[in-house]
């Protein structure tokens, strides 16, 4: 039900967040009272018909290079599947003209991909800050690429130091979600990026003794894996990976035990071994372990990553998010290789659901962890 108009002067508001994964479209809101106290109100997901996003493009096709049936209907490409999949998610839930949408898109490296870093940039007396910060930006790869669009945070001020997280996005990149969701009708309040999502997600719902431990968030998702990192109770840095992903299991139980992805997918949703039926426990237990040494030098890389960082402290937790967070014996095997502490996000465990969204017996891992990014975004009140 919308908010009427005394609630929104009262200071109620709700906020739509909307995470666009290469598997799902994840879909929460989120009920802002005017304390400040936050319930989640809607949850629900959407799977993306395959090939539709790769590397966080939305595959498009001229029309001219699309086939037609005997009847003469053009055949659908990557916008067009992901735009209808959109909409049946779109069909459920009845979005207010008042109410705040944020999406983020799943953007890794390379082609499409987010890059973000922290500068030190010497800032003189009386100087233009925002020039100075955006020139010093541009002056560096890869922030130096004239196809990017720019954005920054200032993290702290010094004398004349200005530490900076700067922030860039291929504009074709950019455009091509934008043009989705206007055609979609969907007015965004803003497009932001899974892994902050993520991290939004448990920085909003961890205690503060949680927040105070330097922590690394690892988003491992169907086709890519982020890294976020989490020091002094606030956002430190990103890092996105080339490889390491849900697939790199799939593939490598199907290449040498002829399972099937939705056979794997089962087995990441329900964290149990048993769903696979036919081969015996050891046997699926050894393939994997050897799909867990891939992301495991990935996870490795993103620690490296934020080791040689100036101002870095540390790890003393590592948190796993996204369908990697419930895939059997993963955060056993993290823990043991790298000798910290390792769990799930899980933020389902700490934030009010009304009802509807889950039952006497609270949400799944599996699926509070599906649905962190999308609620780090709802937990946003503009």
Same mark, same amino acid.
């Given at each position: 039900? =919308?908010?009427?108009?005394? @609630?929104?002067?009262?200071?109620?508001?709700?906020?739509?967040?909307?995470?666009?994964?290469?598997?799902?479209?994840?879909?929460?809101?989120?009920?802002?009272?005017?304390? !400040?106290?936050?319930?989640?109100?809607?949850?629900?997901?959407? #799977?993306?018909?395959?090939?539709?996003?790769?590397?966080?493009?939305?595959?498009?096709?001229?029309?001219?290079?699309? @086939?037609?049936?005997?009847?003469?209907?053009?055949?659908?490409?990557? &916008?067009?599947?992901?735009?209808? =999949?959109?909409?049946? /998610?779109?069909?459920?839930?009845? %979005?207010?003209?008042?109410?705040?949408?944020?999406?983020?898109?799943?953007?890794?490296?390379?082609?499409?991909?987010?890059?973000?870093?922290?500068?030190?940039?010497?800032?003189?007396?009386?100087?233009?800050?925002?020039?100075?910060?955006?020139?010093?930006?541009?002056?560096?790869?890869?922030?130096?690429?004239?196809?990017?669009?720019?954005?920054?945070?200032?993290?702290?001020?010094?004398?004349?130091?200005?530490?900076?997280?700067?922030?860039?996005?291929?504009?074709?990149?950019?455009?091509?979600?934008?043009?989705? &969701?206007?055609?979609?009708?969907?007015?965004?309040?803003?497009?932001?990026?899974?892994?902050?999502?993520?991290?939004?997600?448990?920085?909003?719902?961890?205690?503060?003794?949680?927040?105070?431990?330097?922590?690394?968030?690892?988003?491992?998702?169907?086709?890519?894996?982020?890294?976020?990192?989490?020091?002094? !109770?606030?956002?430190?840095?990103?890092?996105?990976?080339?490889?390491?992903?849900?697939?790199?299991?799939?593939?490598?139980?199907?290449?040498? /035990?002829?399972?099937?992805?939705?056979?794997?997918?089962?087995? &990441?949703?329900?964290?149990?071994?048993?769903?696979?039926?036919?081969?015996?426990?050891?046997?699926?237990?050894?393939?994997?372990?050897?799909?867990?040494?891939?992301?495991?030098?990935?996870?490795?890389?993103?620690?490296?990553?934020?080791?040689?960082?100036?101002?870095?402290?540390?790890?003393?937790?590592?948190?796993?998010?996204?369908?990697?967070?419930?895939?059997? !014996?993963?955060?056993?095997? %993290? =823990?043991?290789?790298?000798?910290?502490?390792?769990?799930?996000?899980? #933020?389902?465990?700490?934030?009010?659901?009304?009802?509807?969204?889950?039952?006497?017996?609270?949400?799944?891992? @599996? /699926?509070?962890?599906?649905?962190?990014?999308?609620?780090?975004?709802?937990?946003?009140? &503009?």
């Amino acid at each position: 039900m =919308a908010l009427g108009l005394i @609630a929104r002067i009262r200071g109620e508001r709700e906020t739509v967040g909307i995470d666009v994964g290469h598997y799902s479209i994840k879909y929460v809101k989120v009920y802002h009272d005017a304390n !400040g106290k936050r319930i989640v109100r809607e949850v629900d997901l959407e #799977p993306v018909p395959a090939g539709s996003i790769i590397n966080g493009l939305i595959q498009r096709r001229d029309s001219d290079d699309l @086939a037609s049936d005997n009847g003469g209907k053009k055949e659908k490409d990557g &916008f067009d599947k992901l735009g209808e =999949a959109f909409s049946k /998610l779109m069909l459920r839930h009845q %979005i207010d003209e008042n109410v705040d949408i944020v999406a983020s898109v799943n953007c890794g490296a390379g082609e499409g991909g987010v890059l973000v870093d922290r500068l030190s940039v010497k800032v003189p007396k009386n100087g233009n800050e925002d020039a100075i910060i955006v020139q010093t930006a541009q002056s560096r790869p890869p922030f130096d690429d004239q196809d990017n669009v720019l954005d920054y945070e200032v993290v702290s001020r010094e004398g004349d130091e200005v530490k900076v997280n700067v922030v860039a996005a291929k504009s074709a990149m950019l455009d091509s979600w934008a043009q989705f &969701f206007t055609r979609k009708g969907i007015k965004l309040s803003a497009l932001d990026v899974d892994i902050f999502g993520l991290i939004n997600s448990f920085v909003m719902t961890a205690s503060e003794e949680e927040r105070k431990k330097t922590t690394a968030i690892f988003n491992i998702g169907d086709n890519k894996m982020s890294a976020g990192f989490v020091q002094d !109770g606030a956002f430190h840095s990103v890092r996105s990976m080339n490889g390491g992903s849900l697939n790199v299991i799939i593939n490598k139980l199907s290449s040498s /035990l002829d399972i099937s992805a939705e056979k794997c997918h089962e087995m &990441f949703e329900k964290n149990d071994l048993k769903v696979i039926d036919n081969v015996a426990i050891s046997v699926l237990e050894d393939a994997m372990n050897v799909a867990f040494e891939e992301l495991m030098s990935q996870i490795t890389f993103g620690m490296r990553y934020h080791s040689s960082a100036e101002d870095s402290r540390p790890l003393e937790r590592i948190l796993i998010g996204g369908g990697g967070a419930a895939v059997p !014996g993963l955060l056993q095997y %993290i =823990a043991e290789k790298t000798g910290i502490e390792t769990a799930t996000v899980n #933020p389902f465990r700490s934030v009010e659901c009304d009802s509807s969204v889950v039952d006497k017996e609270g949400m799944s891992v @599996a /699926l509070s962890n599906i649905y962190a990014p999308a609620l780090g975004l709802a937990m946003r009140k &503009f």
